[in-house]
């Protein structure tokens, strides 16, 4: 969008504030609201943003190692550079508009480690390849009856979930919420985040939504909104939703599956379809998965980048467990779809959980993937059976902890290759720190187990 068009929309849609925010190494949006006259002038000279963003974790605690800043460096602005073409209407702000940052080392060099950024320099790797690359993210979410307040006034327990007992693809269910599910279809579609479905899953007040395709960055920029946007839409019915990986043992985790294929650069033709059979994968698609097989145990921290992760990717909890693929095989950690037509032929990448910050999920799994193109990497025969008891040797094993899926990121020749150095060490450096709180942490069920009997 050009800044009279921007003015148009603002005038037409009687736009009183405007909210500019960026993505974080943990998917998390932060931003502030700003003038109408600072966002003109930052449109043409950009604005500072404080560096701390990629210099703390999600609950705001300092790096105790130096990164991209530190205390060394005094936390200073970053230059912040507004992307017009994020411009959305707020339909819950319905007087707010709001737009994207991304961010610069200086005036012409993008962020290192901008999780939006390394995904826009893996797509332009895909476009100078010929490739267009489609992708959308569906997320599987608990839903409950509960207030921030009210959760940290119970410690998270005994919390009141918005349905009770196991009922999937419920339409009882879901009629009954019919107020939350009806505002987040028609919010998300005026929002410019079109959902293709949503339903219960298997778990009290739990649901899933699929996000209508579109290209990869796009993608991945719907997907962290439609995150944020849901719990702000939620919030405003008195609920709170997770997307956690895995909140209770008693119930399955949640998936946050990414569905990819590569076009020609102009969008007409999925080139993951076989040139001459209706059905078939071209070898376009067989490097593509070979290639992401290949990279996934090094990669996994950036797929599935929490403690939390790591209870979701276990036998039999619709979670892979090994760098396994297989044609329409939910078991495996890359599920290909062949589809009714040629169209929908891709790749479900099914190792990512809801946790996981979906720009750099989605810029991995795509790197991934277009290593195994220029390698011409071979994926061996799909696996047909179940693939948590494949036999032993069949497929490399995945990363059981945070602490092991990031030793393998570090000395990964791999994900440098894909994703640059500079991206990797920091990357590195904030999990050492994720694992190293979690050390310090005294469970609940170490305080049942240990604290009268030992």
């Known amino acids: 969008m050009t800044t009279d068009e921007i003015k148009d929309l603002f005038k037409e849609k009687q736009i009183q504030k405007i909210k500019i925010a960026g993505f974080d190494i943990d998917g998390i949006l932060r931003g502030k609201y700003i003038s109408a006259d600072k966002f003109f002038s930052a449109i043409e000279n950009g604005l500072g943003f404080c560096d701390v963003i990629f210099g703390w974790d999600s609950n705001d605690q300092l790096y105790d190692q130096p990164t991209i800043t530190g205390w060394d460096t005094g936390y200073p602005d970053l230059l912040a550079k507004i992307d017009l073409n994020t411009c959305r209407v707020i339909p819950w702000e319905p007087d707010t508009a709001l737009f994207l940052l991304d961010y610069y080392q200086n005036d012409e060099q993008p962020l290192d480690v901008s999780p939006r950024q390394l995904l826009q320099k893996v797509v332009q790797k895909a476009n100078d390849m010929g490739f267009q690359p489609f992708m959308s993210a569906e997320y599987e979410y608990f839903i409950f009856n509960e207030t921030p307040h009210s959760l940290h006034e119970k410690g ?75 719990k702000e839409i939620a919030a405003k019915q008195g609920l709170v939703a997770t997307f956690m990986a895995k909140w209770s043992p008693k119930y399955p985790g949640c998936g946050g599956h990414l569905h990819q294929s ?53 036998p039999g909890a619709w979670a892979p467990t090994n760098a396994s693929w297989g044609i329409e ?41 277009l290593y195994g193109i220029e390698h011409q990497l071979d994926a061996g025969e799909p696996f047909n059976g179940n693939a948590y008891e494949a036999p032993e040797g069949r497929f490399e094993s995945l990363p059981r902890s945070l602490e092991e899926a990031t030793v393998r990121l570090k000395h990964s020749e791999i ?34 187990r240990y604290f009268e009997i030992i």
């Open 262 to 314: 590569l076009w020609d650069v102009e969008g007409n033709t999925n080139l993951f379809a076989h040139e001459s059979e209706r059905t078939g994968m071209s070898e376009t698609m067989k490097h593509y998965i070979a290639g992401q097989i290949a990279a996934m145990p090094d990669m996994m921290a950036l797929i599935c980048p929490t403690i939390n992760s790591y209870k979701r990717t276990v």
């Open 156 to 230: 998270f327990k005994g919390m009141n979930s918005l349905s009770p007992g196991w009922f999937g693809y419920s339409v009882l269910r879901a009629s009954a919420a019919s107020n939350l599910v009806h505002a987040i279809i028609d919010g998300m579609r005026e929002y410019n985040v079109e959902l293709e479905g949503i339903h219960t899953e298997t778990g009290p007040g739990v649901y899933e939504t699929a996000i209508r395709y579109d290209t990869a960055l796009n993608a991945a920029d719907k997907a962290g909104l439609f995150k944020t946007g849901f």
């Open 329 to 369: 095989n939910r078991t495996a950690a890359l599920r290909a779809i062949l589809g009714l037509s040629p169209k929908s032929r891709r790749v479900e990448y099914r190792l990512a959980g809801a946790d996981a910050n979906p720009h750099i999920a989605m810029a991995a799994s795509l790197a991934a993937g």
């Open 415 to 448: 994900a440098r290759a894909c994703l640059g150095d500079a991206f990797v060490d920091h990357f590195v450096i904030t999990r050492e720190w994720e694992i190293s709180e979690f050390r310090r942490a005294i469970t609940d069920w170490e305080l049942k």
